[in-house]
Nanobody, 121 residues
Framework: QVKLVESGGGLVQPGGSLRLSCAAS????????IKWYRQAPGKERELVAL???????NYADSVNGQITISGDNAKNMVYLQINSLQPEGTAVYYC???????????????WGQGTHVTVSS
């Protein structure tokens, strides 16, 4: 069983920065794509960052220049650095993997539980 656990959220003042973390555990043979989503109160879940084996890293236009996705394969960690946060960045941020648990298994979705980010003075 694969488990994703996000951390690093919290309260930050406008203009501040946060680094969100996503720790992956369990049986993972291959990671096909890693994404970060966010869902603001009363809004749809929004894709903000994507990295994959077959595509270059992409960011949503709404956050381009503000966020950076990175990872540490040795630690099975993925990070989302968010700079210049503004109140509209208040949301629950979710980590997502498209992965295979074995070489011949079909790709499957895996989601974390989310980490809350509140931007307020």
């Amino acid at each position: 069983q694969v488990k994703l656990v996000e951390s690093g959220g919290g309260l930050v003042q406008p203009g501040g920065s946060l680094r969100l973390s996503c720790a992956a555990s369990g049986t993972i043979s291959r990671v096909n794509a890693i994404k970060w989503y966010r869902q603001a109160p009363g809004k749809e879940r929004e894709l903000v960052a994507l990295t994959s084996m077959s595509e270059a890293t992409n960011y949503a236009d709404s956050v381009n220049g503000q966020i950076t996705i990175s990872g540490d394969n040795a630690k099975n960690m993925v990070y989302l650095q968010i700079n210049s946060l503004q109140p509209e960045g208040t949301a629950v941020y979710y980590c997502y993997y498209l992965l295979q648990t074995h070489a011949i298994a079909p790709p499957r979705d895996s989601w974390g539980q989310g980490t809350h980010v509140t931007v307020s003075s």
